[in-house]
């Protein structure tokens, strides 16, 4: 078998979830790590504690809970070419974005408050867009690898406005004006969030969505 054929089996005993915790942004990425060293395997936390590390479940068999069990709707996958969920954030201190000079192609970092009771875990990832005069960030999620290997910057509280993306798996219709749990792809602790729908447009078959007013747990 070939290397190519190799990752592609390695790909099917992955979760697809994409969520980082194994140190590496995507599946595909430690597919390729597990390649080399097969023990590796054990660093992806979702196949021990299915007791599938032998194997993922199958694509049609999602469980629609989160990692503390806890029931979401829908899935949001990232729109095709960013590197991560696309996020909408407010800086709690505004002038830092100017102060840092914070430009798109950034690698930043700071941590969630305001939703909910905040989340634990620092973000971090690449600015796509930046207003300096309000200190709003249009940034990309994807986890620890950017900063620990190279300059960074950190914006430190922030609060996160809103999310976009693709709907492609979803266990309810999905409605502007509502809101609903979802599970962002690549959430390093698999935990739902809760955004109201703001906006939907469907194309060429795809349904990309705008969530606000977020809250988690």
């Given at each position: 078998?070939?290397?190519?054929?190799?990752?592609?089996?390695?790909?099917?005993?992955?979760?697809?979830?994409?969520?980082?915790?194994?140190?590496?942004?995507?599946?595909?990425?430690?597919?390729?790590?597990?390649?080399?060293?097969?023990a590796e395997k054990e660093r992806c936390v979702h196949l021990i504690r299915c007791g599938k590390?032998?194997?993922?479940?199958?694509?049609?068999?999602?469980?629609?809970?989160?990692?503390?069990?806890?029931?979401?709707?829908?899935?949001?996958?990232?729109?095709?070419?960013?590197?991560?969920?696309?996020?909408?954030?407010?800086?709690?201190?505004?002038?830092?974005?100017?102060?840092?000079?914070?430009?798109?192609?950034?690698?930043?970092?700071?941590?969630?408050?305001?939703?909910s009771c905040g989340c634990p875990v620092t973000h971090c990832g690449v600015v796509m867009d930046?207003?300096?005069?309000?200190?709003?960030?249009?940034?990309?999620?994807?986890?620890?690898?950017?900063?620990?290997?190279?300059?960074?910057?950190?914006?430190?509280?922030?609060?996160?406005?809103?999310?976009?993306?693709?709907?492609?798996?979803?266990?309810?219709?999905?409605?502007?004006?509502?809101?609903?749990?979802?599970?962002?792809?690549?959430?390093?602790?698999?935990?739902?969030?809760?955004?109201?729908?703001?906006?939907?447009?469907?194309?060429?078959?795809?349904?990309?969505?705008?969530?606000?007013?977020?809250?988690?747990?």
């Amino acid at each position: 078998m070939d290397g190519g054929n190799r990752i592609e089996e390695i790909l099917r005993q992955l979760p697809g979830k994409d969520c980082g915790l194994c140190g590496w942004k995507t599946c595909a990425e430690f597919a390729e790590v597990v390649l080399k060293n097969p023990a590796e395997k054990e660093r992806c936390v979702h196949l021990i504690r299915c007791g599938k590390s032998e194997g993922a479940p199958e694509e049609n068999s999602i469980l629609w809970k989160d990692s503390l069990g806890r029931e979401y709707d829908f899935i949001l996958d990232t729109f095709p070419g960013d590197p991560g969920p696309r996020e909408t954030i407010l800086p709690y201190n505004p002038v830092r974005v100017k102060d840092l000079d914070i430009k798109p192609k950034d690698i930043i970092i700071g941590r969630p408050m305001g939703m909910s009771c905040g989340c634990p875990v620092t973000h971090c990832g690449v600015v796509m867009d930046v207003d300096q005069v309000n200190g709003v960030i249009s940034w990309c999620v994807t986890g620890p690898l950017g900063p620990r290997s190279g300059e960074h910057k950190d914006i430190g509280y922030y609060v996160a406005e809103a999310y976009e993306g693709i709907v492609k798996s979803s266990n309810k219709e999905l409605k502007i004006g509502m809101r609903y749990w979802f599970m962002p792809r690549r959430c390093m602790l698999q935990w739902r969030h809760s955004g109201l729908l703001n906006f939907v447009n469907k194309r060429n078959g795809v349904m990309e969505v705008r969530i606000e007013g977020l809250m988690i747990g």
